[in-house]
């Protein structure tokens, strides 16, 4: 049984241009959230996605956006890129509202 | 405001020697506290769910305890295998599943 999947692995961009990084959920979820994860720091919830509809947002800007597709994978997009947006973007699937299992994540780096 | 305080921030321990790690928490009626494990640049990997005070969860060399304020991860005999950064989320209660998450333990076990 496949875990939650993240592409790409690693990302490195510069300032002002903008990302789509990708996430497959775990077999048999229906729910994504995607957190930030600064170096040193805990995640930070962005927003979570179910039924293909933004369902909850934490505090970012509107330069973060996501969609999530009828098999339930989702994107999550960053505009206008800035050197604090480097981190650790991390996935993660639920059924519901039941416990969420992380992906390995996608380091971007903002040069 | 929604809180979570994670003690110490890091911690090393001989082989053998065990400890406990600290999750304090302040949220408006919760929804679970949950306990992750965190290898550097991975994804969380989940471990236990804690719903009501005086629950406990144990796996392997781990205990998780709950209180109404904070949470223990009871570390029995650990071994080198166990070194990792452990965080502790907490989720509010109802219309929302936003992870709130302490900065973590660093734990590292030497032999």
């Known amino acids: 049984d496949a875990g939650v999947t993240q592409s790409p692995t690693h990302l490195i961009k510069t300032r002002g241009q903008q990302v789509t990084l990708r996430c497959s959920p775990k077999s048999g979820h229906d729910t994504v959230s995607w957190y930030q994860q600064a170096l040193g720091q805990g995640p930070q919830f962005i927003f979570q996605y179910y039924e293909e509809e933004e369902r909850q947002r934490g505090n970012f800007p509107d330069r973060f956006s996501g969609h999530q597709f009828p098999n339930y994978s989702s994107e999550l997009n960053v505009n206008a890129l800035l050197l604090g947006d480097s981190a650790l973007y991390l996935c993660?699937?639920?059924?519901?509202?039941?416990?969420?299992?992380f992906g390995p994540g996608t380091r971007l780096t903002v040069l | 405001e929604d809180q979570v305080t994670q003690s110490p921030e890091a911690l090393r321990l001989q082989e053998g020697e065990s400890s406990s790690l600290n999750c304090s928490y302040t949220?408006?009626?919760?929804?679970?506290l949950f306990w992750y494990r965190q290898d550097p640049g991975k994804g969380p990997e989940f471990l236990f769910t804690?719903?009501?005070a005086g629950e406990e969860k144990e796996k392997e060399r781990l205990k998780a305890t709950l209180t109404k304020k904070e949470s223990f991860l009871h570390i029995t005999a650990p071994k080198p295998e166990d070194s990792a950064t452990y965080l502790c989320?907490?989720?509010?209660?109802?219309?929302?599943?936003?992870?709130?998450f302490g900065t973590g333990t660093r734990l590292q076990v030497f032999p």
């Open positions: 949220v408006s009626g919760l929804r679970g």
């Open positions: 804690l719903y009501s």
């Open positions: 989320a907490v989720r509010r209660s109802y219309n929302t599943d936003k992870l709130i």
């Open positions: 993660a699937s639920s059924l519901w509202s039941n416990e969420q299992f």
